[in-house]
T-cell receptor, first 114, second 114 residues
Framework: GENVEQHPSTLSVQEGDSAVIKCTYSDSASNYFPWYKQELGKRPQLIIDIRSNVGEKKDQRIAVTLNKTAKHFSLHITETQPEDSAVYFCAASSDQTGANNLFFGTGTRLTVIP | NAGVTQTPKFQVLKTGQSMTLQCAQDMNHNSMYWYRQDPGMGLRLIYYSASEGTTDKGEVPNGYNVSRLNKREFSLRLESAAPSQTSVYFC?????????????FGSGTQLSVL
């Protein structure tokens, strides 16, 4: 099965700085790579996703890049704000099972210091 | 729309007791999922149901059973709870007939097995 590794496990940045979280995956059949944000005590929520037919996607201060050859993808957050503090999970899946069978990374706890 | 609703929010069990976690969605989603979340291990899939009438094992199915009661409801049962099943459990759903789409999560159930 798929194995998703995520680094770092914790990340602290000053407000206004950028944050980068990196993930690798093992299954070359994986073609969908979402990122979920989980605030303390809350449910995970999708913030951005990318499919294997594109190399980069942006949504305001958030961007994701994908390198299919190297099997890694990254989340970039620019101009960080205190409300960006949360745990971020990357995930990967293929559409071969007929369901959205996501394999998640172990999470990165991001702390933005005001 | 309430989205994904799961009950209970908190539960304490003694080893060997049984219980059922309930989940319902009102978004007409075909696929439903049960994940467990443990510190440092991210979200791991227990069981999923790609469509009404079907269920399949995920990464960590041992000790659990599921029932897709109808299109709206997907329950998770622990027949004989063990301390290793202490975790936060999330139900999720995804859109009709689609793969590789956004997961909508419930608010979680914090389960402690003593």
């Amino acid at each position: 099965g798929e194995n998703v590794e995520q680094h770092p496990s914790t990340l602290s940045v000053q407000e206004g700085d950028s944050a980068v979280i990196k993930c690798t995956y093992s299954d070359s059949a994986s073609n969908y790579f979402p990122w979920y944000k989980q605030e303390l005590g809350k449910r995970p929520q999708l913030i951005i996703d990318i499919r294997s037919n594109v190399g980069e996607k942006k949504d305001q201060r958030i961007a994701v890049t994908l390198n299919k050859t190297a099997k890694h993808f990254s989340l970039h957050i620019t101009e960080t704000q205190p409300e960006d503090s949360a745990v971020y999970f990357c995930a990967a899946s293929s559409d071969q099972t007929g369901a959205n069978n996501l394999f998640f990374g172990t999470g990165t706890r991001l702390t933005v210091i005001p | 729309n309430a989205g994904v609703t799961q009950t209970p929010k908190f539960q304490v069990l003694k080893t060997g007791q049984s219980m059922t976690l309930q989940c319902a969605q009102d978004m007409n989603h075909n696929s439903m999922y049960w994940y467990r979340q443990d510190p440092g291990m991210g979200l791991r899939l227990i069981y999923y149901s790609a469509s009404e009438g079907t269920t399949d094992k995920g990464e960590v199915p041992n000790g659990y059973n599921v029932s897709r009661l109808n299109k709206r409801e997907f329950s998770l049962r622990l027949e004989s709870a063990a301390p290793s099943q202490t975790s936060v459990y999330f139900c999720a759903s995804s859109e009709v007939g689609a793969t590789n789409e956004k997961l909508f999560f419930g608010s979680g159930t914090q389960l402690s097995v003593l």
